[in-house]
């Protein structure tokens, strides 16, 4: 608790573009969340160099992951959006529950095994505590929430873990936290694949609807979305490509499954997938646009990152200092 408020935490590496699954998934659902609870979203630089980065484009891309968390309507007044980078407790504190995570718990880790097989040239220590840093960001700032995506829930678990063993043998120091998933869009899948998630790294960009794409290329995106055999347009498990582009429809207007059923009876996919493809237009283009008068007032965001970092430092510090102390760590002389 931060006064009277529960405490929100999440955020996003800064890899690659991001999808419209990263803001139906996530971004979308923490603006809703935003009033009810004390927020910090962090933008995770630490977590991108489990994979290599080039420096320069990596910079900017975690930038701009900064304005648009603020672009889609978080307001970094209210919010303590920062660098993960810019709080040294977080690598700090990492270091420490490495010592009380096992080998085991990080090994049954299914994005360890993915990501492993993808990169299988540069399988490094990083990529597999991952999940202990992870741990780390949350349990800093004593979260009780985290909203993310369903391929998440395991870190999610396993913070959970680690926060109740140290707790068990030190008394009440972490907040355990719950996971949030949002009640539509927690899985959003590819468009030329629709059995695999929605993800930046995909390497066919016709897969994937960025948040920055125009509109023409989100309608042409749409028009060549896989689907499958048949014409109806319905919810059934034999039918992941409709699936998928009907729970797109739901996330980004609102409406029922029965509905959408109801709306396009009779019609073909072809229609369908032109009003999915509107759908997603009219909800990204207000963030296109905010964006781009953020990325023109560089003294904003500038300010708005020196002030957040002494706030999310203030909080992760005291909770680091906490941990050091109970772990028998000589205090410092002051
Ligand atoms: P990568 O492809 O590099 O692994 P990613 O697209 O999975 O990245 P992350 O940075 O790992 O993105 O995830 C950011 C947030 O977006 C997480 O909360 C995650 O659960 C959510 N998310 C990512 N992809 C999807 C998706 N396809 N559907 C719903 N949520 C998603
Ligand atoms: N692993 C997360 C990003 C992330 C995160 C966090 C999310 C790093 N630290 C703490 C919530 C809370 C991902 O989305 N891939």
């Known amino acids: 608790m931060i006064g009277d408020k529960k405490v929100l935490y999440s955020g996003m590496q800064a890899t ?57 309507g978080l307001n970094p007044e209210t919010n303590c959006i920062y660098f993960q980078s810019h709080v040294s407790a977080h690598a700090e504190l990492a270091w420490l529950l490495n010592c009380f995570t096992y080998m085991g718990e990080l090994n049954r880790m299914t994005q360890f095994k993915d990501k492993s ?126 699936c998928n582009l009907m729970d797109i429809y739901t996330a980004t207007t609102g409406k029922t499954k029965e509905e959408i059923e109801k709306e396009f009876d009779g019609k073909g996919y072809g229609e369908f997938k032109m009003a999915v493809g509107e759908a997603v237009v009219s909800v990204l283009k207000p963030l296109q646009d905010r964006m781009a008068e953020l990325e023109k007032d560089k003294s904003y965001i500038d300010r708005m990152i020196k002030e957040n970092d002494e706030k999310a430092q203030y909080f992760a510090n005291k909770t680091l200092r906490k941990v050091q102390k109970k772990l028998g760590l000589t205090e410092r002389i002051r």
Not at 28 to 33: D, H, S
Not at 38 to 48: A, I, Q, R
């Open 16 to 72: 690659g573009n991001l999808t419209l699954g990263n803001y139906l998934g996530a971004l979308k659902n923490w603006v809703t969340l935003n009033e009810e609870y004390e927020c910090f979203y962090g933008v995770m630089d630490l977590h991108s160099l489990t994979v290599r980065q080039n420096a320069a484009e990596f910079r900017k891309r975690a930038r701009s992951l900064y304005t648009l968390y603020v672009a889609a």
């Open 117 to 242: 097989a993808k990169h299988a040239d540069n399988i490094n220590a990083g990529l597999f505590t991952y999940p202990v840093l992870m741990a780390a960001d949350i349990l800093l700032y004593q979260a009780d929430v985290v909203p993310v995506g369903v391929d998440q829930m395991q870190h999610l678990e396993i913070t959970r873990d680690i926060a109740e063993r140290f707790n068990h043998i030190y008394g009440d120091v972490f907040t355990i936290p719950e996971g949030y998933i949002g009640k539509s869009g927690a899985k959003i899948m590819s468009l030329q694949e629709p059995t695999k998630k929605m993800s930046k790294s995909d390497e066919n960009a016709n897969a994937s609807i960025y948040l920055l794409d125009d509109t023409d290329t989100i309608i042409r995106k749409f028009k060549r979305a896989v689907t499958d055999s048949g014409s109806e347009i319905r919810y059934a498990e034999d039918k992941p490509g409709i």
